[in-house]
């Protein structure tokens, strides 16, 4: 009896597909590392945004929410009805609010307004979300879990857009 392995076609075919996937697999996180914001970048990016008016964040915050795959309607400058953004993905409704701060924290204030205009238009809680370049004070946090509200800070809008390919970075800095 022979007991030398033999290699069949069908082994052959397996161990090529194996190794252009794993190819592959290596190209796209070896990319991904180098395609990452540098410590350098993040902080020009954050200067940035902490220079821009009101209402250039809000628009930088529609292109955001837009490379992120959501459908997006900048309300007007004033009289936004308690609303900066309104987002539509996959069905749902959900309202922003854009805090664009240097030297102020969010307060619970704000979070409750967004509440307020969110049951007005009987739309959940929990399709809220509150972004800034600034902080959250205590009282902001507790309500916002409270009451299922998401909060993006600067460095978590850093994340989101490390997270995109270099194009995408480029289309929304």
Same mark, same amino acid.
């Given at each position: 009896?022979?007991?030398?392995?033999?290699? $069949?076609?069908?082994?052959?075919?397996?161990?090529?597909?194996? %190794?252009?996937?794993?190819?592959?697999?290596?190209? !796209?996180?070896?990319?991904?590392?180098?395609?990452?914001?540098?410590?350098? *970048?993040?902080?020009?990016?954050?200067?940035?945004?902490?220079?821009? $008016?009101?209402?250039?964040? *809000?628009?930088?915050?529609?292109? /955001?929410?837009?490379?992120?795959?959501?459908?997006?309607?900048?309300?007007?400058?004033?009289?936004?009805?308690?609303?900066?953004?309104?987002?539509?993905?996959?069905?749902? !409704?959900?309202?922003?609010? #854009?805090? #664009?701060?240097?030297?102020?924290? !969010?307060?619970?204030?704000?979070?409750?307004?967004?509440?307020?205009?969110? !049951?007005?238009?009987?739309?959940?809680?929990?399709?809220?979300?509150?972004?800034?370049?600034?902080?959250?004070?205590?009282? %902001?946090? *507790?309500?916002?879990?409270?009451?299922?509200?998401? /909060?993006?800070?600067?460095? *978590?809008?850093?994340?989101?857009?490390?997270?995109?390919?270099?194009?995408?970075?480029?289309? /929304?800095?």
């Amino acid at each position: 009896m022979n007991t030398t392995p033999v290699l $069949t076609l069908t082994g052959i075919g397996i161990i090529l597909i194996t %190794c252009t996937l794993f190819r592959k697999l290596t190209s !796209v996180i070896f990319k991904r590392k180098n395609d990452s914001l540098s410590h350098k *970048e993040s902080l020009k990016i954050k200067n940035k945004l902490k220079s821009m $008016t009101p209402r250039q964040y *809000e628009i930088f915050c529609s292109n /955001l929410f837009a490379l992120m795959g959501y459908k997006v309607l900048i309300t007007k400058e004033s009289n936004d009805g308690g609303k900066d953004i309104v987002l539509r993905k996959l069905n749902k !409704v959900y309202y922003v609010e #854009c805090k #664009c701060y240097t030297n102020t924290q !969010v307060s619970r204030p704000i979070a409750q307004k967004l509440v307020g205009a969110l !049951v007005g238009d009987k739309i959940p809680a929990k399709n809220g979300i509150i972004i800034t370049t600034s902080a959250y004070s205590k009282g %902001c946090i *507790e309500y916002s879990k409270s009451v299922g509200l998401k /909060l993006i800070d600067l460095n *978590e809008t850093i994340n989101i857009i490390s997270s995109f390919d270099s194009k995408k970075r480029k289309q /929304l800095i």
